[in-house]
Nanobody, 129 residues
């Protein structure tokens, strides 16, 4: 099992920026996909962004494209940290953001939550108008 620990959430005014981090530890995969999802109150969890193990492939939800950037840095021994840089934040970006890991190669199904076996505890992002 992979342990994921998110950090970097907080409160910001509309137009501001935040950077979320997700540190992976424990069992590691030789190939994997990492994703960020979010869940607003009384709404279903939705896909935000995903990245392949090499960092060569990324995909974004239309609602965040051009404003958010996902990236990954290897810390050696198969451990990676995944970042989500969020710029031009809007009140509708307010949600709990979750980091997730899938022990499989990149594929088009990276947008689906059921593809991910490991999840972090979530970090709150609040954007005020």
């Amino acid at each position: 099992q992979v342990q994921l620990v998110e950090s970097g959430g907080g409160s910001v005014q509309a137009g501001g920026s935040l950077r979320l981090s997700c540190a992976a530890s424990g069992r590691t995969f030789s190939r994997y996909t990492m994703g960020w999802f979010r869940q607003a109150p009384e709404k279903e969890r939705e896909f935000v962004a995903a990245i392949s193990w090499s960092g060569d492939n990324t995909y974004y939800a239309d609602s965040v494209k051009g404003r958010f950037t996902i990236s990954t840095i290897s810390r050696g021994s198969g451990k990676n940290t995944v970042y989500l840089q969020m710029n031009s934040l809007k009140p509708e970006d307010t949600a709990i953001y979750y980091c997730a890991a899938a022990g499989k190669d990149w594929s088009a199904s990276a947008v689906y939550a059921y593809e991910y076996a490991s999840w972090g505890q979530g970090t709150q992002v609040t954007v005020s108008s």
